[in-house]
């Protein structure tokens, strides 16, 4: 489905009222939805446009990574464009259809979807170096459109054209129908405008945008990984890609509407981006993640294929940097919803390290049942002893690593000295490092604070 050409035709038969508001364009609500949003007040954030691209590239959606560089869809060309932090870019990667939707795994890895002008779909993963690792043909598939990482390595994609979340699994190669709903379809009074477009995770839900039907939807998830019921939790109100600050509040693009919204848990509801602005087409957008643009979201657009009123009027699409004062969630922290371990106070430990003497391998073989009695009759004070294989394992071991729990050094350093293998010379010597244990299947927990994952200012 060739949603550009018939997009154009869409908008010239809604005619000059759709142009005006993303908050105009929407079906009539349901029973037990949230009633219609308002236009909103215009309230402008600084904008600086970091880059500008060719005439009639359509930037579908945006990704940034762990080291801030920015990766780019674009639909026409089917090329990820890559931005570092430091502003140098090139092409990632391209292949032959449209690309749509982008994600990264939390290994770095890249996933994408994508469309031939036939109509056949396709998931694509990308090497570090930008090389295809595979295709996959998803022939049950409408119109793959937006992703979000569900677990490691389980993405969710949304299907504009079927009323259906598709859950895909890396490892597997599987795609299956994780959600299907009625909330999810295009509008049918306006077919050809994407339904379930933008998808995103937030506190132990999916959030997921539907375009034709200007409603954003929330579906919790369930212990097990499955959908809850889902809530039409804003309608009246047209988005496409969007992302959620630690606040709650969802910064969203309009795409059609030429601007960036912001649509607030306390109802205060503002435009802070519009064409003046370099958001043109606003399509896709993603937090910052740096100690320098955290506070920063990043838009990319289509220069106004879809809206403006005559070709002559598509301008340049644009990168802008919009200041918004608030964080972002991380990715990672948007899988909350698979559970947190309970906090649990730090171990203060010693690390022991004690260097094999050279040719005591026979000692170690005669001294060894000793020696590893001593160690299960201090056991209460030794969370791990092992060895550490400097030269391979098929090798002796160069060196033995003790995690003692004493608060005292020395009195850690003083346990192994008095093991059988350090009286009979086995090491040449042993040292001592403070060591404090935050995460680790003995602690039953972790040691840092809750709010470490979900930062809040």
């Known amino acids: 489905m060739n949603f550009r050409n018939n997009v154009v035709l869409m908008l010239g038969a809604v005619g000059l009222a759709i142009a005006l508001s993303p908050f105009s364009l929407a079906s009539e609500p349901e029973k037990n939805v949230s009633p219609p949003l308002v236009q909103p007040p215009v309230e402008l954030v600084p904008a600086r446009?970091?880059?500008?691209?060719?005439?009639?590239?359509?930037?579908?959606?945006?990704?940034?990574?762990?080291?801030?560089?920015?990766?780019?869809?674009?639909?026409?060309?089917?090329?990820?464009?890559?931005?570092?932090?430091?502003?140098?870019?090139?092409?990632?990667?391209?292949?032959?259809?449209?690309?749509?939707?982008?994600?990264?795994?939390?290994?770095?890895?890249?996933?994408?979807?994508?469309?031939?002008?036939?109509?056949?779909?396709?998931?694509?993963?990308?090497?570090?170096?930008?090389?295809?690792?595979?295709?996959?043909?998803?022939?049950?598939?409408?119109?793959?459109?937006?992703?979000?990482?569900?677990?490691?390595?389980?993405?969710?994609?949304?299907?504009?054209?079927?009323?259906?979340?598709?859950?895909?699994?890396?490892?597997?190669?599987?795609?299956?129908?994780?959600?299907?709903?009625?909330?999810?379809?295009?509008?049918?009074?306006?077919?050809?405008?994407?339904?379930?477009?933008?998808?995103?995770?937030?506190?132990?839900?999916v959030y997921i945008t539907n375009s034709g039907q200007g409603t954003v939807t929330r579906v919790p998830i369930q212990d097990d990984g499955s959908p809850g019921e889902p809530e039409v939790i804003f309608s009246g109100i047209v988005l496409d890609d969007f992302a959620f600050s630690t606040t709650g509040n969802l910064y969203g693009t309009t795409h059609i509407f030429n601007s960036v919204v912001v649509l607030s848990p306390d109802g205060n509801h503002r435009t802070i981006a519009t064409a003046e602005q370099g958001v043109t087409g606003s399509t896709a957008l993603a937090f910052g993640v740096n100690e320098s643009d955290r506070h920063s979201i990043y838009v990319v657009g289509d220069g106004g294929i879809f809206s403006a009123s005559s070709e002559e009027d598509i301008v340049e699409p644009e990168l802008v940097q919009l200041d918004v004062g608030e964080l972002g969630i991380p990715q990672e922290a948007t899988l909350d919803w698979m559970g947190r371990p309970r906090h649990v106070e730090a171990i203060e430990t010693q690390l022991v390290q004690c260097t094999t003497a050279p040719n005591t391998e026979n000692l170690r073989t005669t001294i060894g049942p000793r020696y590893l009695r001593y160690l299960e009759l201090h056991l209460d004070h030794i969370s791990y002893a092992g060895q550490l294989y400097g030269n391979g394992r098929a090798n002796t071991p160069s060196d033995r690593l003790y995690f003692v729990q004493q608060q005292d050094p020395e009195a850690a350093l003083e346990l192994i000295q008095n093991s059988p293998y350090y009286r009979a010379g086995v090491y040449s010597e042993c040292t001592v490092t403070p060591f404090t244990t935050l995460l680790g299947n003995t602690l039953d927990g972790v040691a840092w604070p809750q709010n470490a994952i979900y930062p809040r200012e």
């Open 49 to 205: 446009t970091l880059a500008t691209y060719p005439r009639g590239y359509f930037l579908e959606n945006i990704v940034i990574d762990v080291g801030g560089t920015i990766y780019i869809t674009e639909n026409k060309t089917g090329q990820i464009i890559r931005r570092t932090f430091n502003g140098e870019a090139d092409i990632f990667s391209q292949v032959d259809v449209g690309l749509a939707g982008l994600g990264i795994d939390v290994n770095g890895t890249l996933i994408a979807t994508g469309h031939a002008e036939t109509g056949e779909q396709y998931i694509f993963e990308f090497a570090e170096d930008g090389t295809l690792e595979y295709e996959l043909a998803v022939p049950e598939a409408g119109f793959l459109n937006g992703l979000a990482l569900f677990r490691p390595g389980v993405f969710l994609i949304a299907d504009s054209t079927s009323g259906t979340i598709w859950q895909f699994d890396r490892q597997t190669q599987q795609v299956v129908p994780w959600l299907r709903h009625d909330s999810l379809n295009p509008n049918p009074d306006m077919p050809a405008i994407p339904g379930a477009n933008g998808i995103k995770l937030f506190e132990g839900a």
